[in-house]
């Protein structure tokens, strides 16, 4: 069986060294030119250790697509660094070449050194047992026709060189702004590999359920794959995950399969590989990290098991649908996290499993906040054992952090996540997500242009170093509580500035003016002090925390009593086929 094609570019400008390092790329192929072409590479290391787990493989072959004299040297880079030569063999043309899987950690590599040039290869191996894999590949979009087009085609292609595949994988298309013509996408027929299926506006979490309900509906998926609509992959990537599921062992035949996202403006940047979450905040496993670097590709070998894997790529096992029920109904954010750590028995997550995407901070908007702190809140209820203390205090310190930033609409959006998961199942169960939107959306605020923003500060803002936020010491807690009970006069008429996409509060501390600017448009909010407002939404954030404090554990209660019912078909069904939409 192939395990994986050796892939030597991909459709990310600047990603090149993610596959090979060294040589000299000809298009389409690797010529070392007599020196070394390394392919200690994200997309193209093979992690023997991970291969030995879940798969029970013991060796592996290398099959390599050259023409030429060469050698090949097989390397080990072990967990503390050091990298052990393992084998060396004299090649001529295509050549086959046996790795025995050495002991431990870490993952094995080969580098090529001679006269030649390479236009690809695999991984294979003979694992003791295959299993018949079918993916429903669930695409959820909403007016983003040109980014599924070009995923289709990327499909389409693939089908296109080997048949198989059309058996092996079929493909919805989950349409919530119902602009796509059934006819087709950009000269792709429906009805081949793909279909259409116009769905309400129900968010990503809606699009996602609606997939897993008619893949589930089908009855002959054995993983159901759900990805975004705006990343960018190989359709080798596809085949590499098809191929870890026909050969996990039995212990981990339930295993879902996740992938890492890295960013499509930093294209060798990893976001996150996996994520963690506490009852208080969401964390990114390795985020940030420069996949080009063998540390760091040591440190995905030895990541820690993820609670949740986000689906902008993430195929789980169809008997989840069956057994556990369809997602939350969130609309966004927070469902693939609520039912990963529900549904998913354990992720399995590789270098080389991986998609780019858009860095969040670009989409970030405002209205947001209420999903995010509703949705952590219904999660945190749901899925850890946090109690009432640290779930009362998340949203007094976000809400005081609104106070802050002086974005009083998004502190008024953080009171109303409040009360709405307070309700508790009743809310979820009567509440329709397309109507719900349309309320919050109305709260977004307007951006000034790049022009008035430069005005303000006398030319073009320099936005300070944002690095990822830490959680603040009880001190900096102290001094954001305190500014928000202090008079108007003793605030600096400077006019602070911090990343609409990341905003800081240590940006915005005793400032009467505020902007919050986008780093992409160089449009921005500008927010001023407003001590009427500040003081009715002090009032607020008070009525929040004591809320949550002594009414925590029923609230915690009632959501685990109605989980199934609101995750219930018919719960998605009163939403999915509204009479009159």
């Not at 069986?1 to 790329?25: C, Q, R, S, W, Y």
């Not at 996602?208 to 159901?224: K, S």
């Not at 409040?418 to 508790?424: I, L, N």
């Not at 449009?523 to 954030?541: H, I, N, Q, S, T």
Request: net charge positive; hydrophobic share 40%; with cysteine.
């Amino acid at each position: 069986m192939k395990l994986f094609d050796i892939t030597l570019n991909g459709p990310a400008d600047g990603a090149e060294e993610l596959f090979v390092k060294g040589g000299e790329n000809t298009g389409g192929a690797i010529a070392p030119c007599g020196g070394t072409a390394s392919f200690e590479t994200y997309f193209n290391l093979l992690p023997h250790a991970k291969y030995r787990e879940y798969c029970g493989l013991d060796s592996a072959e290398l099959h390599l697509d050259a023409e030429g004299i060469y050698a090949v040297k097989f390397y080990h880079r072990k967990p503390n660094g050091e990298k052990v030569c393992l084998a060396e063999h004299p090649c001529s043309g295509r050549c086959a070449l046996p790795l025995p899987f050495p002991e431990g950690g870490g993952y094995t590599f080969f580098e090529v050194t001679g006269n030649c040039t390479i236009s690809g290869g695999s991984w294979q191996a003979r694992p003791k047992n295959t299993r018949r894999v079918k993916m429903a590949v669930v695409i959820c979009t909403y007016r983003r026709e040109q980014y599924v087009a070009a995923n289709l085609a990327r499909i389409a292609d693939g089908i296109a060189q080997d048949g198989i595949w059309k058996e092996r994988l079929h493909v919805y298309v989950i349409d919530n702004a119902g602009t796509l013509d059934k006819s087709g996408i950009c000269g792709l027929p429906e009805g081949g590999f793909f279909e259409i299926v116009k769905n309400r506006n129900l968010g990503g979490s809606g699009g996602f359920a609606r997939g897993m309900y008619e893949a589930d509906g089908d009855g002959t998926f054995t993983h159901i794959l759900l990805m975004d609509d705006d990343v960018s992959f190989d359709f080798a990537l596809l085949k590499r995950t098809w191929s870890l599921l026909s050969c996990l062992t039995e212990e981990h035949s339930d295993a879902a399969v996740g992938g890492a996202m890295l960013v499509m403006e930093r294209p060798c940047v990893q976001h996150e590989f996996g994520g963690k979450f506490d009852g208080l905040i969401f964390r990114s496993v390795n985020g940030g990290l420069d996949m080009r670097e063998a540390a760091n590709l040591l440190r995905n070998e030895r990541a820690p098991r993820p609670d949740y894997n986000a689906w902008w790529y993430c195929c789980m096992p169809a008997s989840c649908v069956r057994e556990y029920g369809l997602p939350m109904p969130f609309f966004i954010k927070g469902d693939d996290v609520e039912y990963g750590m529900r549904a998913a028995k354990e992720f399995i997550l590789s270098s080389g499993i991986a998609v780019w995407h858009r860095s969040f901070a670009a989409k970030y908007t405002g209205t947001l906040e209420y999903y995010i702190k509703r949705n952590g809140a219904a999660v945190a209820a749901l899925r850890t054992n946090s109690g009432a203390f640290k779930a009362a205090v998340r949203y007094a310190y976000f809400m005081f952090k609104s106070l802050t930033l002086k974005n009083y609409d998004c502190a008024e959006l953080i009171f109303r996540a409040y009360r709405d998961f307070a309700a508790g199942p009743e809310f979820f169960l009567s509440a329709d997500s397309a109507d719900l939107n349309r309320e919050i959306s109305a709260h977004a605020q307007p951006f000034v242009p790049r022009e008035e923003i430069e005005k303000i500060f006398g030319g073009k803002p320099e936005l300070p170093v944002v690095k990822r936020e830490k959680r603040h010491s009880l001190a900096a807690c102290f001094l954001m509580f305190l500014e928000n009970y202090l008079p108007a006069f003793m605030f600096s008429k400077k006019t602070g500035l911090t990343d609409a996409g990341a905003p800081r509060a240590y940006d915005c501390f005793m400032k009467k003016t505020v902007v919050h600017l986008d780093r992409e448009s160089g449009r921005g909010l500008v927010l001023k002090l407003d001590a009427k407002r500040r003081r009715k939404l002090r009032r607020a954030a008070y009525r929040a925390f004591f809320g949550i404090l002594f009414g925590y554990r029923r609230i915690k209660k009632s959501y685990r009593s109605g989980e199934r019912e609101m995750c219930s078909r018919e719960n998605w069904e009163r939403m999915f086929f509204k009479e009159d939409e």
